[in-house]
């Protein structure tokens, strides 16, 4: 069973998607980057968010990597909850998916110019 809301056989489509967290977790991000909470469908979709966005280019390219590094984030809580038994907050996981992408967009990506209060307001 999920091992967040318990009530669902533990698929990638269920955790990464459909579970309540998830959905949650998607429309908190989805605020953060200032459009509408996206329907998603499929694990697919989530890697596909940004073709769907109708976001310029750079920022949907800035949301080609926030949702990969979500997913990540997502899955590194489930694991922290399965093998260590530490519960999952949305807040901090957002958090922590704010944090990674905009380390990872300013080192890795082309927005060196990228401030800390950019990451804030997801202005890209």
Known sequence: MC???GEVEEIVE???VSCGLAQYMWSVL???CK???PFLFSFRDVLELHKFSRFEKEK???LHAVCPIAAWCLWKKRNALVYKGIPTYVAGLVEEIKV???LWIKHRG???GLTWDDRRGFNV
């Open 3 to 5: 091992t967040f809301c």
């Open 14 to 16: 269920h955790v990464m």
């Open 30 to 32: 989805a605020q953060w």
């Open 35 to 37: 459009m509408p909470t």
């Open 60 to 62: 949907a390219d800035v």
């Open 100 to 102: 990674l992408s905009f």
């Open 110 to 112: 082309r927005k060196r």
